[in-house]
């Protein structure tokens, strides 16, 4: 069982910036993605942002150029780094792995973009 911890959510002004943190109980470089989606309020849960062992990572047209994704091998972390924030951006954040054929999810974290 992976256990994924977020962290980093808040209530941020429009043109704001969040930083989100997704620790993971094991060694990162073992699964086969890392990823954000993200559910508003009577939304269906959608993806946000993806990152795979290379390095490689790939985004929803919605946040691409103002999201980022990284990973931190050491620390068994994935983050996003959120730029640029619009108030459509509110939701709750969740990280996302899968490890061979099972997907695990966290327990989410709130972020409201509002002036």
């Known amino acids: 069982q992976v256990h994924l911890v977020e962290s980093g959510g808040g209530l941020v002004q429009p043109g704001g910036s969040l930083r989100l943190s997704c620790v993971v109980s094991?060694?990162?470089?073992?699964?086969?993605?890392l990823a954000w989606y993200r559910q508003a309020p009577g939304q269906q849960r959608e993806f946000v942002a993806i990152?795979?062992?290379?390095?490689?990572?790939g985004y929803d047209k919605s946040v691409e150029g103002r999201f980022t994704i990284a990973r931190d091998n050491a620390k068994n972390t994935v983050t996003l780094q959120m730029s640029s924030l619009k108030e459509e951006d509110t939701a709750v954040y969740y990280c996302?792995?899968?490890?061979?054929?099972?997907?695990?999810w966290g327990q989410g974290t709130q972020v409201t973009v509002s002036s």
């Open positions: 996302n792995v899968l490890k061979g054929t099972r997907t695990y």
């Open positions: 990152i795979v062992p290379a390095g490689q990572a």
């Open positions: 094991e060694n990162i470089n073992n699964m086969n993605s």
